[in-house]
């Protein structure tokens, strides 16, 4: 029987002891933090895709507030209006709202039937625009002028970039977290480094006088906690993506809510944690191992 | 040589180690022996004057290159520094494994050396499993497995019975045949004196030389230790 068989199936024993009780807390903190990352990710990717949706249904339609003029009726100039925009390039359709449809806007802010008969209601005209080439609104005013018809074409521009604005900021602020995790993460791996270098000190210089070179004895720490890492990050991303399928299963056809959206793909995200994890923890290791192992004689 | 502000272990020391050369170093306890043994294995560096290791002044030798200096020497520690999470086997490996040796290129010499160090039977033991005499043997497996151009043993006969220690100085004696150039630090006055090898004798952090003496006193059969074949 060769050596290699008698010793079972791992040819290339671990060059430092095996893990103690000692990692455990850092595999629970780096767990957590992927945890965390996981959520803000699958949440920002959410709210990315709710504010993408908004952004689309805004820039899709525009508004036409009309404004009867003489002795003509609210309908009959909502009426007029609707056909001199559906004549524009880039209006798929104008469609003057009735009354009924007006109430019912108003609705959430007054209550279902608090709205009296005579309560004058503005006017308007909902504009479907195509999507590849858009009507404008100076070609809307334009329409409307050669109409002798008063009224405002609100293209949603101001609060498509409201959207917008808060998209980013929620983009920005899920990358800002995920950084400063990852700094938390690395911060905690360099600590530990720190900590297995100096209790391991004994190992480290046989090594040293075996003739390791530095890089050889860091690269034993930085695949250590490495592996590490990759196993706490994983269990962080597993529970992560659990409580993202509970969301998801939960919120019905929505995702979770209108404004957070989630998809089974966004779960999709948790897969890189363990890779990421694995490389913010080896870089941290190794050079957190290399500046302590230069000072030594 | 002194550590920090404490008084100087080591004063005027003027040694230069001929290529192939035996020698023994003695000495009281706390004469320095091991102190001088650090500065050859490059574990310190001197606090005044010159060392020089296989042309390389260590002063101005840069941090990088040590470890290929390291591994041109082989150290049987007075207190083994074994790794107590590895087998023997993977502890005489070890320097193997740093050098990037694969498991299948060193396997038979170290099965080979530990059976000659006469731990054949206890590849897979760990050092805490083992005796003092057995850690030594299983120390200066370690140290020669490399085939080292300089080899110091700082009291490698000190565990174990005479027997086995004829049988070490025998493996001690055909590495410096082979050219390796050997420095042992005894306290056994007997072995040295029955060696004939020319003797390093600190006293006061001093050294002085003294050639060899009488004709080797060994047994009729020190020769006829079994060689290792590896070396």
């Known amino acids: 029987m060769t050596v290699l068989e008698n010793r079972g199936s791992d040819p290339a024993a671990s060059i430092l002891p095996a893990q103690d009780g000692r990692d455990l807390g850092l595999v629970f903190t780096v767990a957590v933090l992927s945890f965390l990352a996981c959520i803000a990710v699958i949440?920002?990717?959410?709210?990315?895709?709710?504010?993408?949706?908004?952004a689309r249904q805004l820039s899709d339609s525009a508004t036409i507030q009309v404004r009867p003029l003489g002795g003509e009726s609210g309908p009959e100039a909502a009426a007029r209006a609707a056909e001199a925009v559906a004549g524009v390039k880039g209006v798929s359709e104008a469609r003057a709202m009735d009354r009924k449809s007006a109430?019912?806007?108003?609705?959430?802010?007054?209550?279902?039937?608090?709205?009296?008969?005579?309560?004058?209601?503005?006017?308007?005209?909902?504009?479907?625009?195509?999507?590849?080439h858009p009507a404008s609104v100076a070609d809307m005013n334009r329409a409307l002028a050669a109409a002798h018809v008063s009224a405002a074409v609100d293209d949603h521009s101001r609060w498509m970039a409201d959207v917008r604005t808060s998209g980013n900021v929620v983009r920005l602020s899920a990358a800002v977290a995920c950084l400063l995790i990852?700094?938390?993460?690395?911060?905690?791996v360099a600590f530990a480094t720190r900590q297995g270098l100096a209790a391991r000190r004994d190992v480290v210089e046989v090594l040293h006088l075996c003739g390791a070179e530095d890089q050889f004895v860091a690269r034993l720490f930085q695949m250590r906690f490495a592996a590490l890492a990759t196993r706490a990050a994983a269990y962080g991303a597993l529970a992560a993506a659990t409580v993202g399928a509970i969301l998801r299963l939960t919120g019905g056809s929505d995702g979770f809510s209108p404004a957070?959206?989630?998809a089974w793909t966004d779960l999709l995200a948790c897969l890189a944690a363990p890779a990421l994890g694995a490389i913010v923890a080896a870089l941290s290791a190794r050079s957190v191992a290399m500046a302590?192992?230069?000072?030594?004689v | 040589m002194r550590y920090g502000q404490a008084p100087e272990v080591l004063r005027d020391i003027d040694l230069r180690l001929t290529p192939g050369s035996f020698h023994f170093l003695t000495g009281a306890s706390g004469a320095g022996k091991s102190s001088l043994l650090k500065l050859i294995y490059i574990a310190a560096k001197p606090s005044g004057g010159r060392l020089r290791i296989f042309d390389h002044d260590i002063l101005t030798t840069p941090r990088t290159d040590l470890p290929f200096l390291r591994r041109r020497i082989g150290v049987v520690f007075q207190e083994f520094h074994l790794l107590d999470h590895l087998t023997a086997f993977d502890n005489v490996a070890l320097p193997l494994r740093i050098v990037g040796?694969?498991?299948?290129?060193y396997q038979s010499d170290v099965i080979e050396l530990l059976d000659w160090v006469g731990l054949g039977e206890r590849l897979w033991a760990y050092p805490p499993t083992l005796s003092g005499g057995e850690k030594q043997r299983l120390s200066i497996a370690r140290a020669v497995v490399t085939k080292p151009d300089i080899l110091l043993a700082d009291e490698p006969t000190g565990n174990v019975d005479h027997a086995m220690a004829l049988r070490i100085l025998r493996l001690l004696v055909e590495l410096n045949r082979m050219g390796t150039t050997v420095v042992i630090a005894s306290h056994d006055q007997d072995l040295v004196a029955r060696s004939g090898m020319p003797v390093l004798h600190l006293e006061n952090g001093r050294l002085s030389t003294?050639?060899?003496?009488?004709?080797?006193?060994?047994?009729?059969?020190?020769?006829?230790f079994p060689e290792t074949g590896i070396l």
């Open chain 2, 210 to 224: 003294q050639p060899a003496a009488a004709p080797r006193q060994f047994p009729d059969d020190f020769d006829s």
């Open chain 2, 101 to 105: 040796q694969k498991l299948e290129q």
């Open chain 1, 43 to 54: 949440a920002a990717l959410a709210a990315d895709r709710a504010a993408q949706g908004w």
């Open chain 1, 292 to 296: 302590i192992l230069r000072e030594q």
């Open chain 1, 260 to 262: 957070l959206p989630i």
């Open chain 1, 103 to 132: 109430e019912a806007l108003l609705e959430p802010w007054l209550g279902k039937g608090n709205i009296p008969a005579d309560l004058p209601l503005p006017q308007l005209v909902t504009v479907d625009l195509s999507p590849d």
């Open chain 1, 182 to 188: 990852a700094t938390a993460a690395g911060s905690v």
